[in-house]
């Protein structure tokens, strides 16, 4: 179940919000993780915008709440440009900085609004495989382990077709989100549970969960390559 909040504005259209957060992640000296500013936004927009999509939203526009400091700003922003190039999308980024009180380690909100066709909501397919895409990733193994990180654009371009549903995955692991999509309800199955810590935080969503009808395996599976694994 995505995380998304999804507001009916009209018979035809519902507004959708998306959120991210982070603390304890940039250049201030008591930062947990010490990354550049920029890497802080790719990743707290990689979450909200992967929430949007997976409820079929489209991106409008992106609000950042930065308690980094003035001087973060055009790093955080690069960093969600970043992530718009990925997606081919070209968004207004707006938003607030706190500069009355400088805190000591780096904090940030981020919401991504988007729309979405009422008509086009999700259906249920109860004739459906799951997959996991990507591996589970969080502090410093983010930067370390990039080969296993999904690919926005490849999130995206199987969000897009047809009878696909998709959920990040988040800080609570792979066994917490899979119950959302298994409606089987017999859990994780052992070839992905024996290749993968299903408990582990996958904070930036570096990992997510698919479900899919059956004759879209082998498409999605040459998409994904060896991020893919499969029931």
């Not at 500013?37 to 990743?43: A, N, Q, R, T, W």
């Not at 500069?99 to 909100?109: D, E, V, W």
């Amino acid at each position: 179940m995505s995380d998304s909040l999804v507001l009916p504005f009209s018979e035809s259209e519902s507004l959708i919000l998306s959120s991210d957060n982070s603390g304890g992640i940039g250049l201030k000296e008591n930062d947990f993780v010490q990354v550049p500013y920029e890497i802080v936004g790719y990743y707290s927009f990689r979450v909200a915008v992967m929430e949007c999509l997976s409820v079929g939203g489209i991106p409008i526009s992106v609000v950042l709440h930065n308690f980094c400091g003035d001087e973060a700003w055009e790093g955080l922003s690069k960093g969600i440009m970043q992530g718009l190039d990925e997606l081919g999308l070209d968004l207004p980024i707006t938003g607030s900085t706190e500069t009355n009180m400088p805190l000591l380690q780096s904090a940030l909100g981020l919401i991504v609004l988007g729309k979405r066709r009422n008509d086009l909501a999700m259906q249920p397919n109860h004739s459906r495989k799951m997959a996991l895409i990507g591996r589970p990733l969080v502090g410093e193994d983010v930067l370390k382990q990039q080969e296993w990180v999904a690919p926005l654009s490849l999130y995206k371009s199987l969000c897009e077709l047809e009878g696909v549903e998709a959920l990040p995955i988040g800080s609570k692991g792979i066994a917490y989100e899979w119950k959302h999509l298994d409606r089987s309800g017999e859990g994780v199955p052992d070839c992905i549970s024996n290749r993968v810590d299903i408990e582990k935080s996958s904070g930036p969503s570096t990992c997510f969960l698919l479900a899919y009808p059956l004759y879209l395996e082998e498409e999605i599976k040459r998409k994904a390559g060896p991020l893919f694994i499969g029931e």
